[in-house]
């Protein structure tokens, strides 16, 4: 089995059954005007890490490999965001309210689209979801049982909430989960590298994590 240089320990995979799964590299959380904006965050990290996405998205193309992406967002007519999640952090602009980019986080609006530089190409998978996690209330689970997946590599933001939960999500399914260290980002630093290391204690409880340029090496 192929192996790509991980920490803990090696991260084996079988190329037929792995997949990159790109959380969340949407308008919304990257730029100003958007949802994560309006949480009062600097967006600006999210945006260093836009060309090591790419270049992570493009190695598995080459590879023949899927990548699959991820999208937070809701229904205009808001039948799937909980009151809950609307109100709460009081931000500057709601979920569904009219922003410089269109109704933040609505699917279909400008702003809650997938960033350009790292935009799906036809035919991969675009997943919307009204969570956190990619699991819920998603049709992510059948996806992959009809891909076979069985190793799962992680990119996109934010480290500690969608790409966390989801990885946490997945792993409890039975995936084998490596998250790209630098391939993701959150608008805390040491949230970020918390979470890294929270993942990859006590023998990978919840996954690995690896360096794009080693998870490239790997399936190359
Ligand atoms: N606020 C924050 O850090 N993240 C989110 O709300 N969504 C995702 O992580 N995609």
Avoid at 158 to 173: F, G, L, S, Y
Wanted: hydrophobic share 40%; with cysteine.
């Amino acid at each position: 089995m192929p192996e790509i240089a991980a920490k803990p320990f090696s991260f084996t995979f079988h190329p037929s059954t792995t997949a990159l799964v790109v959380i969340d590299m949407q308008r919304d959380f990257a730029e100003p005007g958007g949802f994560g904006a309006s949480l009062g965050n600097d967006v600006s990290r999210v945006q260093a890490i836009i060309p090591t996405v790419r270049r992570l998205m493009d190695g598995f193309r080459a590879a023949g490999l899927p990548v699959i992406h991820t999208m937070e967002c809701h229904r205009p007519d808001l039948s799937d965001l909980p009151p809950a999640k609307r109100d709460r952090g009081s931000p500057a602009i709601r979920i569904g309210d009219p922003g410089p980019m269109g109704r933040v986080l609505i699917a279909g609006e400008p702003g809650t689209a997938i960033i350009a530089e790292v935009a799906p190409l036809p035919g991969e998978i675009v997943i919307e979801k009204p969570g956190k996690g990619a699991f819920y209330a998603t049709s992510l689970s059948d996806v992959l049982t009809r891909m076979g997946a069985r190793q799962l590599v992680f990119a996109g933001v934010t480290t500690e909430v969608c790409v966390q939960t989801t990885m946490r999500e997945a792993n409890d399914r039975g995936y084998e989960c490596l998250l790209g260290e630098d391939a993701t980002e959150s608008y805390f630093v040491e949230f970020k590298q918390a979470t890294l290391a929270m993942i990859r204690a006590q023998g990978a409880i919840v996954g690995w994590t690896a360096m794009t340029d080693q998870i490239l090496e790997g399936i190359a």
